[in-house]
């Protein structure tokens, strides 16, 4: 899966990524940017110790002392005074996510980067990461016991894999000691102490602080969806208003109506390839059940074979009738692209899709200003309607075990992953993280570099997200689904098959874990799926 990763992100980089992010960069304008400055702008407002300076809105971001980055910068302040600081902390970060921290944002502000070293006076080194490797370096570092960095950022899903190695600490300690509000009802996580657990723990115990907001967003053409002409061709032939679909049996149907490839239009193009596609298989397993269909019992039995399983994987195959003829072979630098010609009705993609596409400086996208945002499609069960996305990717940042200097590593994610210089860093349009605390999604800066439209319904989306499976074997038994649900899109297996032989794979690897140790981690995840149920209109 990774190396399918590494392809696709290298090959958007090479092929036009870079462009998109930079056109992006110097396309958005905040409106609110004007040469003349509030004196706020330009200094601290009474009562804050430090934050940015030197643009209107600045004020939003600056910090008192009593406030998870007062904390942050104060501790780390005080031990350099020590002695107890290293004079720089080496950070891993992806190559495509260098730039929020080190590009100042927006206009006349200091950059991330330049801000923490100013205010405490250690430095921080940035080694890039191919995009698609973290992992790879992570592990890398660990088992030749390198010591490379002091942080490793990498994909959420991996804290179970790297906490069993014993590769990154355990950061309850620091958690309690410096106190980062993950959970305040305001600014923290959507979801709460549900999604703390979702994005930052594993056996409940912390080993990681969120830096990415990957949650699996639907957009669609609103030029599309809001044509007369189209809305009374849909109603003819299917008997209800076109509109975004709620059900799976309305996506089915929409799809169908807008697949005209003999048009260069394919009704819906959320992604079917190995190493990205069964994210999508995921939305319709989980709402099968409610409030979730989860994918292991609490006894630890896979629950993939099952009449759910086969179900959502005979409509996952059914489906790619909408899709291109080469959606098999597509990452999303090919979903992207073919979006940003007007190539498809629907997709589901990164919640960062508006942002690049739906951008005046981006010239190159011919659907500027007709994109829109919704909620995942879902069932209807028991009187209600059952939406699930999922998360996938997602960059977290661990302190490594090798560090010798944890507390400060620590103290410096706290900082980043904070409400208020993590909306900032968020909005800055240089880079791939995203969006996902409360703060974020009401923060006038990154409403303007998403889209506001976008930003309301991916809050929303947050809080009907669940996690892909985040325990000691993650890798193997995500490619074991990945390689049979591709069997059964190639016709090599029927969907019965594929889930038969998922769930002998998945038996074989909980033997090999040990099925005391995944039961435990099973039971805790289970902790962080979603439980909102919305009513049938």
Known sequence: MSQLIRMSRRRLLASGGKAAVF?????????????????????????????????????????????PEGRAVEAAKALKAAGKAPAKIVLGLSDGSIGQLTKPFPAGAPSIKDLWEKETGIQIEIVGLPNGQEFTKTMQDISTKGGAYDIYSTEWNRLGDLAETGGIAKLDDFVAKHKPEWDDPKQGYVNGAKGVSLLNQYRGSTYGVSLDGDFQTWVYRTDLFGDAAEQKAFKDKYGYDLAPPKTWKQHSDVAAFFQRPDKGLFGSTDLRNQGWGYTNWYQRYVSTASPNQFLFGDDGKPLINSEQGIAASKEYVESLAHHSPDAISWGWPEQYGNFAKGGAAMTCAFSNLPKFLDNAGNKDSAVTGKIGSMLPPGREIDGKLISRSVLWFSLTGMVSSQSKNPEAAYLLLQWLGSARIYAWMSANPGGYLDPFRLSDFSDPLVRQTYHAYHMDVVRETVARTVPTINYPGATAFHNALDENLVASLTKAKTPEQAMADTEREWKKIARRIGEDKLLEAIKTNKEAWPTVLDPIS
């Open 23 to 67: 056109v992006a960069a110097t396309g958005i304008a905040p409106q609110f940017i004007r040469p003349g400055r509030a004196f706020a702008a330009d200094a601290l407002a009474p009562g804050m110790i430090g934050g940015p300076t030197g643009f209107d809105g600045a004020e939003r971001y600056q910090y008192g002392p009593d406030t």
